[in-house]
């Protein structure tokens, strides 16, 4: 390929009194709102940060988009010290009158303006978890991202009166050809996404000023995608094998999953009681150097 490839995680310690305090005072009315297990701030990120290191060697830099002052106590173990960079919210929004932000879509839309960050990206969750070895091309066909979409907003989305569904749903009022993103991890390219939000910028640019989420906003890497393939710059595939999880997950089936060759475990609204005992569980698994009886991709 010859070209270099980053990946960029999103995180947040919601655990820290400067946090609270901030998100009292500024967002404390948001609707579905998701953060960092407060019992476990740091298990979910660790995890993550460690399957990327792992699992996908060929990435050249892992950033880590967090608030200040906020810093993983993790990225002190050798593993980490030369791959994962810190990036604060403020080095990559536009304007100060956001912050402190707790706009996960607003922080979505800005990601393109990290300093140093290479033109082709994987974007991940803190709670998506790589689960084998994969080479580059599952993100990127000759260069060009893939896209896992799924199914068309249903028109139904813009009464369910939650942030997730409505943005989808707003995105297809403006491009009715909009496929939502399956929740896992992204391909994308920073042009594709400075695209977007150039595309729509009266969206963007009041994201950016908004502390919280807002049912106007918009999904903008999804937006970046469905551009990117409607102009035959992104390639449409098949999600490879992948299981998203609300409900606990037993050690016994992550170790299934990992054995039957699985890419992608992605946690979300995991019970936070579960989240460390689970993050456990998918250690062990490699620490037991579980078989993955699947053919290689």
């Known amino acids: 390929m010859g070209e270099d490839v980053d990946a960029v995680v999103t995180w947040v ?3 820290c009194p400067a946090w ?5 005072r500024y967002a404390a ?3 579905d709102f998701r953060f960092s297990p407060p019992n476990a701030p740091e298990a979910e990120v660790d995890l993550c940060l460690s399957l990327l290191v792992e699992h996908l060697p060929w990435l050249r830099y892992i950033w880590l988009v967090t608030m200040r002052p906020q810093v993983p106590a993790c990225l002190s173990r050798a593993e980490f010290r030369d791959k994962v960079r810190v990036v604060h919210h403020d080095e990559i929004f536009p304007c100060a009158q956001g912050l402190p932000t707790f706009n996960c879509h607003a922080i979505e839309a800005n990601l393109w303006r990290i300093p140093g960050l290479s033109e082709r990206f994987v ?15 599952v993100f990127f066909n000759s260069g060009r991202p893939v896209a896992w979409l799924s199914k068309a907003p249903p028109l139904r989305w813009a009464r369910l009166h939650d942030t ?9 009022e403006l491009l009715p050809c909009t496929r939502v993103l399956h929740h896992f991890p992204h391909a994308l390219t920073k042009s594709a996404l400075s695209g977007a939000a150039s595309r729509f ?6 994201m950016c000023t908004e502390r919280g989420r807002s049912s106007q906003d918009l999904p903008f890497a999804g937006a970046a995608v469905n551009l990117a393939v409607a102009e035959g710059k992104s390639v449409p595939e098949k999600l490879p094998k992948a299981r ?3 409900a606990i997950i037993k050690a016994s089936t992550v170790e299934a999953m990992v054995g039957q060759g699985f890419c992608f475990l992605c946690v979300n609204r995991q019970p936070f009681d579960r989240t460390q005992s689970l993050c456990d569980a998918v250690r062990a698994c490699f620490s037991a150097n579980v ?7």
């Open 123 to 137: 974007y991940f969750n803190d709670d998506m978890y790589v689960l084998r070895a994969l080479p580059e091309s």
């Open 29 to 31: 009315e948001e609707r």
């Open 13 to 15: 310690d919601s655990s």
């Open 291 to 297: 078989v993955v009886r699947a053919p290689n991709i």
């Open 201 to 206: 910028s009266e969206c963007w640019l009041r």
């Open 244 to 246: 998203l999880r609300g």
């Open 164 to 172: 997730y569904h409505e943005v989808w749903h707003n995105l297809r």
């Open 20 to 24: 609270q305090e901030a998100r009292a």
